[in-house]
T-cell receptor, first 114, second 111 residues
Framework: SQTIHQWPATLVQPVGSPLSLECTVE??????LYWYRQAAGRGLQLLFY??????ISSEVPQNLSASRPQDRQFILSSKKLLLSDSGFYLC?????????????FGDGTRLSIL | QKEVEQDPGPLSVPEGAIVSLNCTYS??????FMWYRQYSRKGPELLMY????GNKEDGRFTAQVDKSSKYISLFIRDSQPSDSATYLC???????????FGKGNQVVVIP
């Protein structure tokens, strides 16, 4: 069966520090991968998605970037965090075989910027 | 007009009651529909997935889709305290990776 792992579960970082969040998927090949941010009362905001190694689409121009160095690995990064980057970050995948497949989420990283 | 409207609640019900949750949407191009359950400090978990109008049942859960009215519902029968969570609807287009999510509806089942 397929599983998705995100780490760390919680992170407290000072303003201006760098960020690296990692997501890996097991049990499937060539998945589509997604990064979302969830803010209270605002729903899920799609940040980036990837349909293959090295292929990244950005949905919202901001202080973050994403990379996909391996088929089942997706990384969210920032060079300098802002207070506004605080939130709950979720990674998700779908099978990639067709665009009508549901997405499956990891358990997220709660990021607090001080 | 937002793509997907979902009343955030919270909705409090006594144990054993039927929970009814709804989402409305504006774009008739949406073709498949999902409900997710999200416990506090966890990621959303897929509950129901359907792409046709009508009802789909899975245990105590029923998903209902009315494409003509642009309306989807989730019903939880015999609700349990373990059903206390936030429920999000999600809608998708064929040929497009992006999903449109509702803001989520918080449900509290009181023992």
């Amino acid at each position: 069966s397929q599983t998705i792992h995100q780490w760390p579960a919680t992170l407290v970082q000072p303003v201006g520090s760098p960020l690296s969040l990692e997501c890996t998927v097991e049990g499937t090949s060539n998945p589509n991968l997604y990064w979302y941010r969830q803010a209270a009362g605002r729903g899920l905001q799609l940040l980036f998605y990837s349909v293959g190694i090295g292929q990244i689409s950005s949905e919202v121009p901001q202080n973050l970037s994403a990379s996909r160095p391996q088929d089942r690995q997706f990384i969210l990064s920032s060079k300098k965090l802002l207070l506004s980057d605080s939130g709950f970050y979720l990674c998700a995948w779908d099978t990639g075989t067709g665009s009508n497949q549901p997405q499956h989420f990891g358990d997220g990283t709660r990021l607090s910027i001080l | 007009q937002k793509e997907v409207e979902q009343d955030p609640g919270p909705l409090s019900v006594p144990e054993g009651a039927i929970v009814s949750l709804n989402c409305t949407y504006s774009n008739s191009a949406f073709q498949y529909f999902m409900w997710y359950r999200q416990y506090s400090r966890k990621g959303p978990e897929l509950l129901m997935y359907t792409y046709s109008s009508g009802n789909k049942e899975d245990g105590r859960f029923t998903a209902q889709v009315d494409k003509s009215s642009k309306y989807i519902s989730l019903f939880i029968r015999d609700s349990q305290p373990s059903d206390s969570a936030t429920y999000l609807c999600a809608l998708g287009f064929y040929g497009n990776n992006r999903l449109a999510f509702g803001k989520g509806n918080q449900v509290v089942v009181i023992p």
